[in-house]
């Protein structure tokens, strides 16, 4: 079955600094990319997603970049924030609709000021 | 977006009792989906609810332990039998939104187990 692995685990950056966290799945069958984050308490809320059928997509400091042939996603924030600081969790579709999801174990983030 | 409730929110529950969480949502919907994140891990699905049919659960989940009804496209149920405290956890209900195309996640049941 469909695995997603996460890295790394921790990052801690200074504000204004970039974070990438990286995400490598074993289903070549997936085709739906979802990036979610959760502050402490609440629930996930997606921030920026990709489909198999494109290799890139920004919304204003996040940016996912999808590369099928290695079959690994990865998340780009630029100028970090305080308020980014978060758990962020990859995810990778396991059915053909794209709309069951395998969750890579998250990535906790931390910008300090 | 669409609009997911749950209830409950939180809940503490004895030992050995069962819980049954709804899931309500603003419209109607072909899939709805229930996941389980333990205390400070990643989530896991848990099954996929059908409309009309019975519940597609992924390995390590069995309908005895959580049955799942889906009366109609905008609600659904996960019960959680007979809990031991291992079931404590965030239960999430989530839906593909077809208008964005996009997965949303219910704000979660969150369920201690003593």
């Known amino acids: 079955g469909e695995n997603v692995e996460q890295h790394p685990s921790t990052l801690s950056v200074q504000e204004g600094d970039s974070a990438v966290i990286k995400c490598t799945y074993s289903?070549?069958?997936?085709?739906?990319f979802p990036w979610y984050k959760q502050e402490l308490g609440k629930r996930p809320q997606l921030i920026i997603d990709i489909r198999s059928n494109v290799g890139e997509k920004k919304d204003q400091r996040i940016a996912v970049t999808l590369n099928k042939t290695a079959k690994h996603f990865s998340l780009h924030i630029t100028e970090t924030q305080p308020e980014d600081s978060a758990v962020y969790f990859c995810a990778a579709s396991i059915n053909q609709a794209g709309t069951a999801l395998i969750f890579g174990k998250g990535t906790t983030l931390s910008v300090s000021s | 977006s669409a609009v997911i409730s749950q209830k409950p929110s939180r809940d503490i529950c004895q030992r050995g009792t069962s819980l049954t969480i709804q899931c309500q949502v603003d419209?109607?919907?072909?899939?709805m989906f229930w996941y389980r994140q333990q205390p400070g891990q990643s989530l896991t699905l848990i099954a996929t609810?059908?409309?009309?049919?019975?519940?597609?659960?992924e390995s390590g989940f069995v309908i005895d332990k959580f049955p799942i009804s889906r009366p109609n496209l905008t609600f659904s149920t996960l019960t959680v039998s007979n809990m031991s405290p291992e079931d404590s956890s965030i239960y999430l209900c989530?839906?593909?939104?077809?208008?964005?195309?996009?997965?949303?996640f219910g704000e979660g049941s969150w369920l201690t187990v003593v």
């Open positions: 989530s839906v593909l939104d077809r208008g964005r195309n996009t997965i949303y």
């Open positions: 609810a059908n409309q009309g049919s019975e519940a597609t659960y």
């Open positions: 289903d070549s069958a997936s085709n739906y």
């Open positions: 419209s109607q919907v072909t899939m």
